[in-house]
């Protein structure tokens, strides 16, 4: 069975700063998805970005990017210029290419912005 | 844009009561989980569904059941509920179709109290 594992509960970045969360998965698979989605304080979760683990170039959306290193099972999403707005709760997730779209989740990272 | 919505943002019942949570999509969607999130465990699957009167386990489905009767809702029972379904609710919805394959939409949550 896969697995998903974020070993930081807690992050704090100064405003305009950069700050790296963390994320390890276990999987035999080759082909899958790897996801991280944010989940603001009362609000709704949403996509932040996502990778294909066929593609070798890293995904990058605005001020997010992620660090994916096949090989090594690690996926870890970078935020540049961090705003106050990016204050929530992080989540990285697995989803295997054949089991229809479900959804194998981390712990989650609460990150802080401090302005 | 699409739209997920659940019945209740917050909701207290007592042990033993019979509980619905009921999730709505409007954007035509093949697929919906049902997942509960708890501190430090993340999202688990409880159940999702891939069509209308199907449904699948997930990673938890004891002492839930799930009812599709209509491609656009997914409801969420707890037959008879204890404390220990005290828990944040989290309905979501994606589809094999489109420029957003597979990628899962949420709904707000529903943050059930069993007392």
């Keep these: 069975a896969q697995t998903v594992t974020q070993s930081q509960p807690e992050m704090s970045v100064q405003e305009a700063e950069t700050v790296t969360l963390s994320c390890t998965y276990d999987t035999s698979e080759s082909d899958y998805y790897l996801f991280w989605y944010k989940q603001p304080p009362s609000r709704q979760m949403i996509l932040v970005i996502r990778q294909e683990a066929y593609k070798q170039q890293n995904a990058t959306e605005n001020r997010f990017s992620v660090n994916f290193q096949k ?41 802080s912005v401090k302005p | 844009d699409v739209k997920v919505t659940q019945s209740s943002r917050y909701l207290v019942k007592r042990t033993g009561e019979k509980v619905f949570l009921e999730c709505v999509q409007d954007m035509d969607h093949e697929n919906m989980f049902w997942y509960r999130q708890d501190p430090g465990l993340g999202l688990r699957l409880i159940y999702f569904s891939y069509d209308v009167k199907m449904k699948e386990k997930g990673d938890i489905p004891e002492g839930y059941s799930v009812s599709r009767e209509k491609k656009e809702r997914f409801s969420l029972i707890l037959e008879s509920a204890s404390t220990n379904q005290t828990s944040m609710y989290l309905c979501a919805s994606s589809s094999y179709r489109g420029p957003s394959y597979n990628e899962q939409f949420f709904g707000p949550g529903t943050r059930l109290t069993v007392l």
């Design chain 1, 71 to 111: 090989a090594a099972k690690s996926f870890s999403l970078k935020i540049s210029d961090s705003q106050l707005g990016d204050a929530a709760m992080y989540f990285c997730a697995y989803r295997s290419n054949n089991q229809g779209g479900k959804l194998i989740f981390g712990q989650g990272t609460e990150l």
